[in-house]
């Protein structure tokens, strides 16, 4: 395109695309994305997902306190460090930007990574807190323990 000619324009008009006017090229893709499905309960996010490697389903409840510090960038297990909260292991992507829980299928054992951005983290604990699932207390408590360990690892240069 760099001469100003489309050198693939004509595969684009008689194809319908670079997919065909069927498009069963994403329709893989496009079938496991609608089959991964998150709902907010009293308990947490409960999302299903499908392993990409064998396509077997992994159940995975969010706690509301992960989400807290997911939404401020923080490993959940270092701010609720000695606490019964938030046991599951997380990391980021840095390719995505997001965080993802570290989750094994249970029918293949390998790792399924469902991302999580702060925007979807913030939306569900706003949900959770309109529903009455989030007590006041615990959110300040999990506030001033995520900001605690936010200013910790900023201290360390993390």
């Not at 907010?40 to 064998?54: H, K, Q, W, Y």
């Not at 509301?64 to 510090?69: G, Q, R, S, V």
């Not at 989030?134 to 300040?140: F, N, R, T």
């Not at 995520?146 to 200013?151: D, E, H, I, S, W």
Request: glycine content about 8%; charged content about 20%; proline content about 8%.
């Amino acid at each position: 395109m760099a001469n100003g000619h489309d050198d693939f324009s004509d595969i684009l008009e008689s194809q319908a695309g670079i997919f065909g006017s069927s498009e069963q090229g994403l329709e893989p893709a496009l079938k496991q994305f609608e089959t991964t499905r998150s709902v907010a309960t009293r308990e947490g996010v409960v999302t299903e997902i499908p392993c990409r490697d064998c396509g077997g389903p992994a159940i995975i409840t969010i706690e509301y306190p992960e989400l807290m510090a997911i939404m401020q960038n923080v490993p959940p297990a270092e701010a609720y460090q000695g606490t019964s909260l938030a046991q599951s292991e997380w990391r980021f992507s840095k390719t995505h930007g997001q965080w993802y829980p570290v989750v094994p299928c249970l029918r293949c054992r390998k790792p399924i990574q469902p991302l999580v951005s702060h925007e979807e983290a913030a939306a569900l604990l706003g949900k959770a807190k309109r529903n009455g699932w989030l007590p006041p207390q615990l959110e300040q408590q999990c506030h001033q323990r995520v900001m605690a360990a936010g200013m910790r690892r900023q201290a360390a240069g993390r």
